[in-house]
């Protein structure tokens, strides 16, 4: 017998007029966060579903969503729910990895080498030691590529909240660099997966990035193109 998810809450579908929306799930869960982060999905076009952990990959996501937008931070070790993200990646549906949602699954390494492309260890893993995060930072981001997600975004000052020692993918297409002591220097990049779109965005803990013209472009862009809408 399938649960029923618990939490199903949708946004943005009232006053949303065009024929063929861009069907996005939101998952969550594991993480606090700050309610600004909903104001990122104000935008027509957008059919917008959250669907917290574990409950959002308890069935078939490939018949709800175009677009999987993760902001949790939680693995995912059941069986039937890495069978439906799976499946979801296998079928040409996009992904959107948000800041904290990069240390989901840093176990599982079919998720951080092929299709993220990148881990934030939650822990240490024989030589490599336990990721860090720092609060409070300034940040700023330049784009170091030519990429749809990038059109109008520019370079980005935010006061967030910075990675550093994560592993990332020499398969990973990096489009986004910071410079600053304290983080990776990539902040955005493509995953390695080539079955499905999957995008990456390190930044993004709280309301000076949720509000910040150039990141919700950013976040915005990404979603479009991971549904195969921008290119
Ligand atoms: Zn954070």
Redesign the pocket.
């Known amino acids: 017998m399938r649960r029923i998810p618990v939490f199903f809450l949708v946004l943005a579908m009232a006053g949303f007029t065009g024929a063929d929306p861009v069907r996005v799930q939101i998952t969550t869960g594991g993480h606090p966060y700050d309610p600004s982060f909903y104001s990122l999905f104000e935008h027509e076009g957008l059919s917008v579903t959250v669907n917290p952990h574990p409950s959002g990959f308890l069935r078939d996501l490939r018949k709800s969503a175009d677009v999987l937008v993760l902001y949790d931070l939680a693995d995912t070790t059941g069986e039937e729910e890495r069978r439906n993200l799976e499946a979801f990646l296998e079928s040409g549906r996009g992904l959107v990895v948000l800041?904290?949602a990069i240390a989901d699954n840093w176990q599982w390494k079919w998720w951080y080498q092929e299709v993220v492309g990148g881990r934030f260890l939650m822990g240490q893993d024989g030589e490599m030691p336990r990721s860090a995060?720092k609060a409070n930072e300034v940040i700023r981001a330049r784009p170091v590529a030519d990429h749809p997600i990038l059109k109008g975004v520019g370079t980005l000052n935010l006061l967030d909240?910075t990675y550093n020692g994560m592993w990332i993918s020499p398969n990973s297409r990096v489009l986004m660099e910071t410079d600053n002591p304290n983080s990776n220097k990539p902040v955005v990049w493509i995953g390695p997966w080539r079955k499905s779109r999957v995008a990456v965005i390190q930044l993004g803990?709280g309301p000076a990035a949720h509000r910040d013209p150039g990141y919700r472009k950013l976040v915005h862009n990404a979603i479009l193109w991971a549904a195969g809408r921008l290119d």
């Open positions: 800041h904290h995060a909240e803990h």
